[in-house]
């Protein structure tokens, strides 16, 4: 293959953003075209966190693992700037970073991720680098007694509404086996318990959380005025609760010189990661404005666009579109719950649902590149195979 840029130098690809979606496109290109492109990666990160095991820090002795950024960068052939996306010139092609340099690109990925906010003052809002310590304390008067009922809020969509499902799962649970009696309540906007997934998924995790005796009510938003209050709408009711903990809001970080009309600022992308409105700008992750943000999107979103940058760089390759799947381990029941769910256009989904592992239990991110890497990271840190 030749990847050869219009200036008759190597093909420089810049990659914003140090998470999945980053990791996994800088992977892909390495993959796709080997040393023949420039890949840099551009982010402040020094580590990349694997935050489906987040949730359930608070609950087990179990730390989530942690993997340094440089050595993934190292191993994707990519060199690594510790650095920020500033602001985005499209017609120089010069990306302009917070340290003030100006980098030339031939084509460039946005993998900047969503930012998180809280919605309600007087609720707890979860905060990844704070689990530990925010649910430290609900742990502790669960166990003592010292609370006589929890509500889990979403506040809105869209976001990866997992962790709130997990969360209320894991309270009850934890309440039961210290021998309380304290409901649990799951709020939430979305039609039914995790709808993304469709139909039958949501009805077995809406049987789960009722197993549970977890409370959920569908198709509401809520207003929290005061501690302990929550305000349901449209149902004009409210419910007094010991402690409401809140999952945040998401936005789009902004991304001056990028079109944002879609709402919150997200970016809108065609089927083959290129943002609207620009040539040679590819977008993949929690930046778009896709209906669900999940790990195993952002990488599938990740590794089209890598092709797609790939093909315009020379590579012979017909890149290909979207083939969106949700993998999904639903923690907290007796035993986690295993979703698969392909979408398939017009032909609906395809769907699996079983208590038997559909992947080892330790891949809660699925990913072409990225998953295996990390799996041969831990085995290296341990000294064994990858699994
Ligand atoms: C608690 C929790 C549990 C989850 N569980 C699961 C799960 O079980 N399975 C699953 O598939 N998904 C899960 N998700 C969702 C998943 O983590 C996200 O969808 C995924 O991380 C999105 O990847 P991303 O690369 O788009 O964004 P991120 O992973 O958020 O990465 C964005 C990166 O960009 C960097 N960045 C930000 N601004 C700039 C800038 N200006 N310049 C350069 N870099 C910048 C950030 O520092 C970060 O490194 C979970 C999310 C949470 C919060």
Redesign the pocket.
């Known amino acids: 293959m030749s990847a050869q840029a219009p200036h008759g130098e190597e093909f420089r690809v810049l990659i914003?953003?140090?998470?999945?979606?980053?990791l996994e496109a800088a992977l892909a290109l390495h993959d796709l075209g080997g040393e023949d492109l420039a890949v840099t990666i551009?982010?402040?990160?020094e580590e990349?966190v694997y935050?489906?095991q987040?949730?359930r820090e608070p609950f087990t002795p179990a730390v989530a693992s942690t993997y340094s950024v440089a050595e993934i960068a190292r191993r994707a052939g990519a060199r690594l700037r510790r650095?920020?996306?500033?602001w985005l010139d499209p017609r120089g092609r010069v990306l302009h970073t917070?340290g003030g340099e100006c980098l030339r690109y031939d084509a460039i990925l946005l993998?900047?991720?969503?930012r998180t906010h809280p919605r309600f003052r007087d609720a707890v809002t979860?905060d990844?680098a704070r689990?530990r310590e925010q649910l430290g304390d609900l742990v502790a008067e669960l166990e003592a007694g010292a609370l006589g009922s929890v509500a889990i809020v979403v506040p809105s969509l869209p976001i990866?509404s997992?962790?709130a499902y997990e969360l209320a799962l894991m309270t009850a649970r934890r309440a039961r086996a210290a021998g309380r009696e304290v409901p649990v309540l799951l709020v939430t906007p979305e039609d039914s318990p995790l709808s993304a997934l469709g139909m039958s998924a949501s009805a077995e995790v809406a049987e789960l959380l009722a197993q549970s005796g977890i409370t959920t009510i569908t198709s509401a938003s809520c207003q929290i005025r005061e501690p302990g209050r929550i305000d349901l709408y449209p149902l004009r009711s409210s419910i007094l609760v010991d402690r409401i903990i809140s999952l945040p809001e998401l936005y789009a970080?902004s991304l001056p010189g990028v079109p944002t009309s879609a709402e919150r600022g997200f970016v809108t992308v065609d089927s083959h990661g290129a943002v609207h409105g620009l040539v040679c700008v590819y977008a993949?992750?929690?930046?778009t404005d896709t209906p669900v943000?999940?790990?195993?999107?952002?990488a599938d979103q990740a590794d089209v666009a890598a092709q797609a940058i790939a093909a315009l760089a020379g590579v012979a390759i017909e890149p290909r579109s979207l083939r969106p799947a949700l993998?999904?381990?639903l923690l907290g029941g007796a035993t986690p719950l295993f979703i698969r769910s392909q979408m398939l256009g017009e032909q609906g989904v395809e769907l699996e649902v079983s208590r038997d592992p559909l992947w080892p239990p330790d891949q809660?991110?699925?990913s072409e590149y990225l998953g295996p890497l990390l799996a041969e990271l831990d085995a290296e840190r341990v000294g064994g195979d990858p699994p």
């Open positions: 914003t953003g140090g998470g999945v979606a980053a551009v982010t402040p990160n990349f935050r489906p987040l949730m650095d920020r996306f500033r917070a993998a900047v991720g969503a979860l990844d689990l990866w997992l962790p970080p993949a992750g929690d930046i943000r999940h790990g195993g999107l952002a993998h999904l381990m809660q991110l699925h």
